[in-house]
């Protein structure tokens, strides 16, 4: 079967340190990866997707960026962090575009 | 532009009894598909029932299940037998279907639904 698995869980930075989130998938070859940012008690938001090794499309222009190294590997990062991205982020995947989409177990980022 | 809209921000239902959320969404595509999640206080989101907009058949997944009125761009959630372990926040969410589409979820608000020992 497959699994998602993100991390660190919880993560504490201060306002200009830089960020990498880390998504790795199990159980599957080619997966579309995405990643989507929660604010505090709302819908979620789609930041980036990829259908392919180093291929990454943005949703929504901001202070992050991502990247996809390998197959089943996808990296959220920032060169130096804001306030503003404080939030909870998930890391998502699918088997094919349309499919359902199946999330990590999150990470909660606060800059302070 | 498609919008999810969960009128209903909190809930509560007693255990054992049955709970219904609603869902309404606006979109001009035909093919599409809806689903339910749930994010419990751990926060990971959850799947919990699937609909493709081109069956006419509401899905079911155990306890739970869908009625999905698609001239009425309704789609509302049934917890049968409510059980403690239904407590979270449930979030409707939609998806473009085609070879344009993005995997890009849309998401309502969402409902948090308290069970009652």
């Known amino acids: 079967s497959q699994t998602i698995h993100q991390w660190p869980a919880t993560l504490v930075q201060p306002v200009g340190s830089p960020l990498s989130l880390e998504c790795t998938v199990e159980?599957?070859?080619?997966?579309?990866l995405y990643w989507y940012r929660q604010a505090a008690g709302r819908g979620l938001q789609l930041l980036f997707y990829s259908v392919g090794i180093g291929q990454i499309s943005s949703e929504v222009p901001q202070n992050l960026s991502a990247s996809r190294p390998q197959d089943r590997q996808f990296i959220l990062s920032s060169k130096k962090l804001l306030l503003s991205d404080s939030g909870f982020y998930l890391c998502?995947?699918?088997?094919?575009?349309?499919?359902?989409?199946?999330f990590g177990e999150g990470s909660w980022l606060t800059v302070v | 532009a498609q919008t999810v809209t969960q009128s209903q921000p909190e809930m509560s239902v007693q255990e054992a009894e049955t709970v219904t959320l609603s869902c309404t969404y606006d979109?001009?595509?035909?093919?599409?598909?809806l689903f339910w999640y749930k994010q419990p206080p751990s926060r990971q989101m959850i799947l919990v029932i699937r609909?493709?907009?081109?069956?006419?058949q509401n899905a079911t997944e155990n306890r739970f299940s869908v009625n999905f009125q698609k001239a009425a761009k309704s789609f509302s959630l049934k917890i049968s037998d409510s059980q403690l372990g239904d407590t979270a926040m449930y979030f409707c969410a939609f998806m473009k279907h085609g070879s344009s589409n993005t995997g890009k979820l849309i998401f309502g608000q969402g409902t948090t639904l308290q069970v009652k020992p």
């Open positions: 159980g599957t070859s080619n997966p579309n």
């Open positions: 998502a995947w699918s088997g094919t575009v349309g499919n359902t989409i199946y």
């Open positions: 609909q493709e907009a081109y069956k006419q």
């Open positions: 979109t001009s595509e035909n093919n599409y598909y």
